[in-house]
């Protein structure tokens, strides 16, 4: 069942996600060689928990964390820890949620640790650009399906190719609900958007084929491949107006 939410919901969203992009920013700015992750997700937690709201993915599901940080081949639900010590030339996936006064935010940002090689960099601006191309789709008239074509077709004209097995969500007092949000699909086809929805858009783009596994900790997606795995998302409203990032700071 999909929720519609509220002008008076979405005002406490919008700041669920302010407190969700900040503490991405600041993990972000902490990226550099020679930091751990665990180092990392400590900052996470700390900003979130001084913001009076608590770190969406801590015992979610049983994840030790507040963030998921996913290196390199590893494609989400990365666990921090203080034995993975960043290098240069590492790409980190860093995914933050954020639950304030009952609703959440969710976003994701892959960041360069240092000089990356040219590859790496462009796998991360195609990433980044897919996630906006989604953004533009969510719009009041159009389909899921024109969300998830635009990231797949401007992925895999890239040769890039886009993860099937996970995906992004709906949004709200619960940190995934419906509708699941596919980063692949048809134009015209799948749930209509409407103004009050809220999703989480989010690509997982992998450098060279889709596949990828679950490790033995249960948590840790990698690339079957080896190849590198990017991945951006925002929490978005489906507004009269077109879409609304929610997690952002202004
Ligand atoms: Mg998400």
């Given amino acids: 069942m999909i929720v519609l939410k509220t002008s008076r919901e979405l005002a406490v969203m919008r700041e669920a996600g302010r407190i969700s992009q900040k503490a991405l920013r600041l993990a972000g700015e902490a990226v550099e060689p020679g930091v751990s992750t665990w180092e990392i997700d400590k900052l996470v937690r700390q900003y979130i928990e001084k913001a009076g709201a608590t770190p969406s993915f801590l015992n979610y599901g049983g994840f030790p964390a507040s963030a998921c940080i996913s290196v390199n081949d590893v494609v989400i639900h990365g666990i921090p820890s203080k034995s993975i010590l960043l290098k240069k030339g590492d790409i980190v996936g860093i995914d933050v949620g954020a639950c304030y ?4 935010g969710d976003n994701a940002w892959t960041f360069p640790c240092g000089e990356v090689s ?14 906006f191309l989604g953004i533009e789709q969510a719009r009041p008239g159009n389909r899921l399906g024109d969300v998830g074509h635009a990231i797949q077709a401007y992925v895999e004209a890239r040769s890039y190719s886009v993860v099937r097995e996970f995906i992004g969500h709906g949004v709200g007092a619960n940190l995934h609900e419906d509708p699941s949000v596919p ?12 103004p009050g929805m809220v999703i989480a858009i989010e690509p997982m783009v992998n450098q060279r084929g889709p596949k990828v596994h679950v490790l033995e900790d249960g948590w840790t997606v990698k690339t079957r491949d080896g190849g590198l795995s990017a991945h951006f998302e925002h929490t978005v409203a489906i507004t009269p107006d077109g879409p609304a990032i929610l997690t952002r700071l202004d």
């Fill in 118 to 131: 040219e590859a790496a960099q462009a796998l991360l601006d195609a990433t980044e650009k897919a996630l």
């Fill in 183 to 194: 980063n692949y699909g048809t134009p015209g086809r799948g749930v209509r958007l409407q």
């Fill in 101 to 104: 006064k009952g609703y959440h």
